[in-house]
């Protein structure tokens, strides 16, 4: 009994910036990985940024250098700080987060950059 939300998207232009955040509420116990991902419109969802639980922060190469994955524990959140925002950024982009070998997602958070 996990829910994830998600706030932060919005519109913006060619190299701007924009923070996702994604708070957990619910029974949560032993956080197994952390991760964002996006979907743009006809395609398959696709990793950004990944946490697992035993390493180090994964980018997409797409993103690299440009996105940063935070998290707080004590408030039990995520963020995702986006910066030199593209054009080919704009998609859904959905928290994850696996709690106790159980996959949990966003409701997603549209994020439009305009050319």
């Known amino acids: 009994q996990v829910q994830l939300v998600e706030s932060g998207g919005g519109l913006v232009q060619t190299g701007g910036s924009l923070r996702l955040s994604c708070e957990a509420s619910?029974?949560?116990?032993?956080?197994?990985?952390l991760g964002w991902f996006r979907q743009a419109p006809g395609k398959q969802r696709e990793l950004v940024a990944r946490?697992?639980?035993?390493?180090?922060?994964v980018y997409a190469d797409s993103v690299q250098g440009r996105f940063t994955f935070s998290k707080d524990t004590a408030k039990k959140t995520i963020y995702l700080q986006m910066n030199s925002l593209k054009p080919e950024d704009t998609a859904v982009y959905y928290c994850?987060?696996?709690?106790?070998?159980?996959?949990?997602w966003g409701e997603g958070t549209l994020v439009t950059v305009s050319s």
């Open positions: 994850n987060w696996i709690i106790s070998y159980m996959n949990y």
């Open positions: 946490l697992p639980s035993d390493g180090k922060t």
């Open positions: 619910g029974s949560i116990t032993g956080t197994n990985a």
